[in-house]
């Protein structure tokens, strides 16, 4: 950091419980202690949550740059079966409820943007075909390792397996089979993932049939999204396909969108080693508008 930073006053950092669709859902604010220049909501990945963004939010607070974060139904601190949804479309409602708060800095009537990561990617880029995002005031979308497409291959015989179970036990938890060391190749990072009781180590039935699903729809209705678009993705990801996500962003209609692949790194870019230049890439993409 540099020293114009050293001496600006700590961010203000703020967490709670609200009031979603289906029960309390939980949101961490990082706001600058001056005036925002922008608002950046963020919905976080699959087993993932909204402190796991708290280094980045700092980064960008210090920065101008008003941040808030969601933990959805079943995930991090938000009540819920963890990974169970009746529909994967309830997550859509649950980004409404929260984009639907005062956002950090909101008496600023700064500019708002919204990130979204893996399968807060799917989740933001469903948003945006819906129109549900141009209705609450978003001005740009930032979308990091979006899973449009699993680079992992499931036996097919599991798969069948799953659907069969899932009729009968929607709910049922079962194993992701994710390892901390696909996410991130920084040492720290990959130790915080391993001891983190809030990260969701299960999926459901239920949600893995309706992802699918979103999936299909998402890259079929693409051409929908019409909101500034920046998606990076990570070149060694094992988890989310960087093709996919390409293809996503040739198809969306769009005027002004960005694609960029950075090789060698793993699916969490923003735990990732060399993060800050990440962090400055997306913070020049939002102050630029």
Known sequence: MDKALDVTPRVIED??????????LYRRIARPTNRAVARL????????????????????????????????????????RRGFVRRWEDYLDDVRAFLSLPAPGETEAAPRFILGHSHGGLVVAAAGEAG????????????????????????????????????????LPVSTGLNAE????????????????????VATPRWYAGQLRAQQRVMENAASFRLPLLV???????????????RFVQRVGSAEKAF??????????????????IFQEILTWVTSR
Not at 55 to 62: E, N, P, S, V, Y
Not at 65 to 74: E, F, K, P, Q
Not at 190 to 201: F, G, H, I, S, Y
Request: hydrophobic share 45%; net charge neutral; aromatic share 6%.
């Open 15 to 24: 967490a709670g419980f609200f009031d979603g669709p289906a029960g309390r």
């Open 41 to 80: 909501s963020i919905v976080h990945g699959y087993g993932d949550h909204s402190g796991r963004y708290a280094h980045f939010m700092q980064w960008m607070a210090l920065r101008g740059v008003a941040c808030g974060a969601v933990d959805l139904r079943g995930q991090g601190a938000a009540d819920g």
């Open 260 to 277: 960029r692949i950075l090789p060698g790194l793993l699916h969490e870019l923003l735990r990732e080693r060399g993060r800050e230049q």
């Open 132 to 171: 549900l995002l141009e209705t609450a005031g978003i001005r740009g979308v930032v979308l990091t390792s979006p899973f449009l497409q699993s680079r992992m291959e499931l036996p097919r015989v599991k798969v069948v397996l799953g659907r069969l179970v899932g009729l009968a036990i929607p709910w």
């Open 232 to 246: 990076l993705a990570a070149g060694a990801d094992p988890i989310a396909e960087p093709a996919a996500a390409e």
């Open 182 to 201: 696909w996410m991130s190749s920084d040492s720290e990072m990959v130790e915080q993932t391993r001891n983190d009781p809030l990260c969701a180590r």
